[in-house]
Nanobody, 119 residues
Framework: QVQLVESGGGLVQPGGSLRLSCAAS????????MGWYRQAPGKQRELVAT???????NYADFVKGRFTISRDNAKNAVYLQMNSLKPEDTAVYYC?????????????WGQGTQVTVSS
């Protein structure tokens, strides 16, 4: 199993950029689908982006063209490059590692990192 630690959050102005990092420890990183989720105050956690072990990506509609997810298996890390940030992007961002075993989804979560977009 892996353990995840996010970093890179902070305060940025609308239109600015930020890169989030997720460092994994433990075993099996390269076989996990990795993802970024976010949760704003009073809202449910929502998918931002995912990337499979082979590099296939998918994005929520609200970040397409603005955010890019990537991974470096040699470094056991996944990243989220966020450009053209909007106030509505303000949330706690969580790293996720997921795998399916005999039809069961197994998930590991990081502790989250705060992203605040404000003037």
């Amino acid at each position: 199993q892996v353990q995840l630690v996010e970093s890179g959050g902070g305060l940025v102005q609308p239109g600015g950029s930020l890169r989030l990092s997720c460092a994994a420890s433990g075993s099996g990183f390269s076989i996990y689908t990795m993802g970024w989720y976010r949760q704003a105050p009073g809202k449910q956690r929502e998918l931002v982006a995912t990337i499979t072990s082979s590099g296939s990506t998918n994005y929520a509609d609200f970040v397409k063209g603005r955010f890019t997810i990537s991974r470096d298996n040699a470094k056991n890390a996944v990243y989220l490059q966020m450009n053209s940030l909007k106030p509505e992007d303000t949330a706690v961002y969580y790293c996720n590692a997921a795998r399916r075993l005999f039809g069961k989804d197994l998930n590991t979560w990081g502790q989250g990192t705060q992203v605040t977009v404000s003037s």
